[in-house]
């Protein structure tokens, strides 16, 4: 009965045995084509890929310096002289991750009238890896950083009057701008610093939506305890990082008492409500910015929550009652010309984000951001052939 069994077993494996000498070892059946002569280059598609702002080249940039860029953007984790909600140091990710579905290819802005990304190059350079742990420490990494770039050569690819930075630069070089993604209001710290000590140059800043020049919070223990993100502009003043032809925009935050107003006009700002949206209007609000900062150099830094919560939720300290994305967008169309030397968004907190709404906005404001570094004027409207578009900023 066994050996019967082992007969059996044999002859079932005898037509496998014949099966498999019939074949020869290269096979000889079409061939698959490749995916480049069938489908071309491997692109990234709007939720897939590597993740830059707007699919831009990446670049450790603060370790190589082999490629020169006109405008880079500098992410900055940092979130801890946070006074409420912590978590602005997942900003950079959320904003790059709320950029995905646009392109520089595809760049082309319909209230702009023109691709910003045309007229420059522009590279992602990553993050700061800044320590969690020593904010001494953290500040002393962010500024090094923006320096580092700041001295770099620009690529100079274009002769588009915003490009050229050197007329503005005491020093007299083209330095390339950098767009910051934060990361807590505190960067700005280290921003104006590395820019003052690079290039010589003490800018305007148009800064939203809280003051941000309070007095030593904490009780002032210890030096450090200064910095926070509602005391750097106080701290920029006291070092001389700044020209006395600031403005605030979008102001609706709750104060101690009147004396802080005062104490914001001597740090050099002036205040725009931001009720003053509905009592004047965004032509008016466009004018006494632009009156206000002239023909100095200018940095903006936007706090997310000049925005609605409703709007833009994650954010650390949000304030009821905000502008909209969209009248905001509308107010920096009207800002393109002012010499720009910098920007930065801040305080974008993805944790209490709802859809990655705040992501998605705080994005197309930084694409906003591109355009004013490189743009010479605002963008006109035409009347279209029905006669019912109207000049739109």
């Not at 450790?60 to 801890?80: H, K, N, Q, V, W």
């Amino acid at each position: 009965m066994a050996r019967t069994a082992h007969m059996i077993i044999a002859l079932a494996c005898l037509p496998a045995v014949l099966a498999h000498q019939q074949h020869p070892f290269t096979d000889s059946s079409p061939q698959p084509e490749q995916w480049v002569e069938k489908y071309g280059r491997q692109i990234d598609l709007g939720y897939s890929g590597p993740l830059s702002y707007s699919h831009l080249p990446y670049r450790r940039c603060l370790e190589d310096a082999s490629e020169t860029f006109d405008i880079a953007i500098l992410g900055m984790p940092f979130d801890t002289a946070t006074s409420y909600r912590p978590g602005a140091r997942f900003g950079p990710y959320a904003i790059r991750s709320g950029s995905r579905r646009q392109t520089f290819s595809d760049g082309y802005a319909l209230n702009w009238q023109t691709n910003p990304y045309s007229f420059a190059k522009l590279i992602d350079c990553g993050d700061v890896p800044v320590s969690p742990y020593d904010n001494a420490l953290a500040v002393d990494q962010m500024t090094t950083a923006y320096s580092t770039l700041l001295r770099r050569p620009i690529n100079g690819t274009s002769t588009v009057r915003g490009i050229q930075t050197g007329k503005l630069a005491k020093d007299g070089v083209n330095h390339p701008r950098i767009i910051t993604l934060g990361g807590d209001h505190t960067i700005i710290l280290c921003e104006n610093a590395s820019r003052t000590k690079s290039t010589d140059l003490s800018p305007s800043s148009i800064s939203t939506p809280t003051s941000d020049t309070w007095p030593a919070m904490g009780g002032g223990i210890t030096e450090q305890s200064k910095v926070t993100h509602g005391t750097f502009f106080t701290l920029a003043f006291e070092e001389g990082l700044m020209s006395n032809t600031s403005i605030h925009a979008g102001i609706r935050n709750k104060l101690q008492g009147p004396s802080l107003i005062e104490h914001d006009e001597a740090v050099g700002f002036e205040l725009i409500m931001a009720d003053d949206i509905d009592d004047f209007g965004t032509e008016d609000i466009i004018k006494q910015i632009r009156n206000r900062v002239g023909d100095s150099p200018v940095y903006l830094s936007f706090d997310i929550d000049t925005i609605d919560p409703g709007q833009a939720p994650a954010t650390g300290t949000p304030e009821p009652a905000g502008w909209s994305g969209r009248e905001t967008k509308r107010i920096l169309r009207g800002l393109a010309g002012l010499n720009f030397v910098g920007a930065d968004l801040v305080e974008v907190a993805p944790a209490y984000d709802n859809a990655d709404i705040t992501g998605i906005l705080a994005a197309g404001l930084v694409d906003d951001f591109i355009a004013l570094l490189v743009v010479d004027e605002p963008p006109v409207r035409r009347k279209n052939q029905k006669g019912r578009a109207k000049d739109d900023l």
